[in-house]
C-alpha cells in the first residue's frame, strides 16, 4: 500500500471480528516500529504483546468502556520507554527541560509507525491512554526502569469509520519568513 493511502485509511476501531492475527503479521508491525528514528539512536520503546489466555487478564487493566470497545481483538500490544535514556547525557543528566519526553516523544514515533504497518496490512488498531499502569507492569513483569505508555489492541475490524474532521493546515500552522 502507498504510504499516502496508509495515512487517509488509518482509523481508530472499537469493533473487531473473531479471528486471530498472523504471528508474522504483528511481526512486521514492531520491524515497521523499531525504523523510526529515536534521540541518539536509544531506541527505548519496548513491546509486551498479548494474545490468547492473557488477553482477558490484560483487558481488565483499562476501564469498562474499552473492554468494551476492544472485546473481540485478538492482540493488545503494551508499550513502554525505559527510561532515563532517551534525552539523557551518558552521565544520567537530562540534555533538556524535557527529560523523559523524548522518551514519549521517541515511543510515538515508533507507535506510527506500527500503526501505519497495521493499516498497510489490512488490520485495525485502537491506541488506549487509560489504563491502569501498575496492574500492567504486575500482570506482564514489567521492570520498574520502564514506564507503561499505552495499550494498542490490534485486529481486523468489524466496521467501517469515516475520517473524523481535521483541522487545516492554516489552523496549525506558522509560517515565519524573512
Known amino acids: 500500500m502507498e504510504l499516502q493511502k496508509a495515512i487517509e485509511m488509518r482509523r481508530s476501531i472499537r469493533n473487531y471480528q473473531k479471528r486471530d492475527v498472523e504471528p508474522e503479521k504483528i511481526e512486521a508491525m514492531i520491524q515497521a516500529a523499531i525504523l523510526a528514528p529515536s534521540w541518539k539512536n536509544s531506541q527505548v520503546t519496548r513491546y509486551y504483546v498479548v494474545r490468547n489466555k ?3 487478564e490484560i483487558k481488565s487493566a483499562l476501564p469498562e468502556f474499552n473492554q468494551k470497545n476492544i ?3 485478538p492482540v493488545l500490544i503494551v508499550p513502554t520507554i525505559v527510561l532515563n535514556r532517551s534525552g539523557f547525557e551518558r552521565s544520567g543528566e537530562p540534555n533538556n527541560e524535557l527529560g523523559n519526553g523524548w ?4 515511543c510515538g514515533l515508533q ?3 506500527l500503526l501505519l504497518k497495521a493499516t498497510d496490512l489490512g488490520l485495525s488498531t485502537l491506541v488506549m491512554g487509560i489504563r491502569d499502569a501498575e496492574k500492567l507492569r504486575e500482570i506482564l513483569h514489567i521492570p520498574d526502569t520502564e ?5 494498542i489492541s490490534v485486529g481486523y475490524g468489524d466496521v ?4 473524523p474532521k481535521r483541522k487545516k493546515v492554516e489552523e496549525i500552522t506558522h509560517y515565519f519568513e524573512m
Open 54 to 56: 492473557m488477553l482477558e
Open 71 to 73: 472485546e473481540d481483538a
Open 103 to 106: 522518551g514519549y516523544y521517541d
Open 111 to 113: 507507535n506510527m509507525n
Open 147 to 151: 514506564s507503561v505508555v499505552s495499550v
Open 160 to 163: 467501517e469509520v469515516s475520517m
